[in-house]
């Protein structure tokens, strides 16, 4: 007896019987399968030979995947009968299996993901290892290989990533077999940004006090686009938030108008509010204010804005106080 391979295969296995008999002549040959997962034994072939003289050959193929040896029994016209088996055959036909993609935080943040995965190769609906995990690798959208190894791996994104960015990872199993699976990471570590008409370099004493908005308007816009980023971020999250505050002492009160206040319902790298607020309109002793605006994901730019009037209290300058 004799088989095609007894090494793993992603094909079928071939198992030849021969059997020679001069004297009485070969009644038959019985051919039994052994499945080594399960221990059932079944008959798979049964060839009559007639009485036949000298040299008969036979043949199965075996196409269901698992592990597996064979034996066949062979008697002669007058019951004698002889037995001979064969090696374990392995048959894989089934794909690896990657876990752990499904973990990878794919909504937007400004905390690095991470891709961490491993992969297993079971036969089909048991416990037993097929041929086994070759490799598993962890490809960026333009086809790099990041991160490689055997049955598991790990990549922390890099900030060179930040945008929207799709991964291929690709398990390949020992007799070629290839599994892959997908996954989008939305990376923004790059604050919105807030730009005005304020005059921003005021200073007392060598230190920046606030930006100086001389003709008392706030008059500020503010976008979080892609252009901001330092990483050729190919995506930002957008704008989630915009709010003005009034501080008085240690009071801090939401100006609530349709300029000075916004939510935003879904990210939007497009998004953009203006704020516009007139101060010479309130008759509140105001410190300054504060403008803060967040993104989706999580980033947060905070700017210090002054009138004129506080900044002459903060200075004392030679006019009347009692002017302002």
């Not at 503010?222 to 957008?238: C, K, L, P, T, Y």
Request: hydrophobic share 30%; net charge negative; glycine share 10%.
């Amino acid at each position: 007896m004799s088989v095609s391979t007894t090494d793993w295969t992603a094909g079928n296995v071939t198992v030849n019987v021969s059997g020679y008999d001069e004297g009485e002549g070969n009644s038959s040959i019985t051919l039994y399968r052994v499945n080594c997962i399960t221990g059932a034994t079944t008959t798979v072939g049964s060839y009559g030979h007639g009485g036949a003289h000298g040299w008969t050959n036979d043949s199965f193929t075996q196409t269901d995947e698992g592990i597996y040896y064979f034996y066949a029994i062979s008697t002669d016209t007058q019951g004698h009968s002889i037995q001979a088996s064969t090696g374990r055959v392995h048959l894989d036909h089934s794909n690896p299996v990657i876990i752990g993609a499904e973990n990878t935080e794919t909504d937007w943040t400004n905390i690095a993901p991470v891709i961490s995965v491993r992969s297993t190769d079971y036969l089909y609906g048991t416990s037993t290892v097929g041929s086994g995990v070759r490799s598993l690798t962890i490809y960026d959208d333009t086809g790099h290989t990041v991160r490689s190894g055997g049955s598991s791996t790990a990549y922390t994104l890099e900030e060179k990533y930040e945008g929207e960015h799709i991964w291929k990872i690709e398990a390949v199993d020992n007799v070629g077999h290839v599994t892959d699976v997908y996954v989008t990471t939305r990376y923004d570590i790059t604050p919105p940004g807030i730009d005005g008409t304020e005059i921003t370099f005021v200073t007392k004493e060598g230190k920046v006090i606030s930006g100086y908005c001389q003709d008392n308007i706030i008059d500020q816009h503010i976008d979080d686009e892609i252009v901001r980023s330092e990483h050729g971020a190919n995506m930002s999250s957008g704008i989630k938030s915009v709010i003005l505050y009034k501080v008085t002492g240690t009071d801090e009160e939401v100006i609530y108008s349709d300029t000075t206040y916004h939510r935003f319902d879904y990210p939007d790298t497009h998004s953009y509010f203006d704020v516009y607020y007139d101060i010479n309109l309130t008759d509140d002793m105001v410190d300054y204010y504060i403008l803060i605006t967040e993104d989706f994901a999580g980033n947060r730019t905070k700017k210090k804005l002054t009138s004129q009037r506080t900044l002459l209290t903060l200075f004392h300058t030679s006019i009347d106080r009692g002017a302002y």
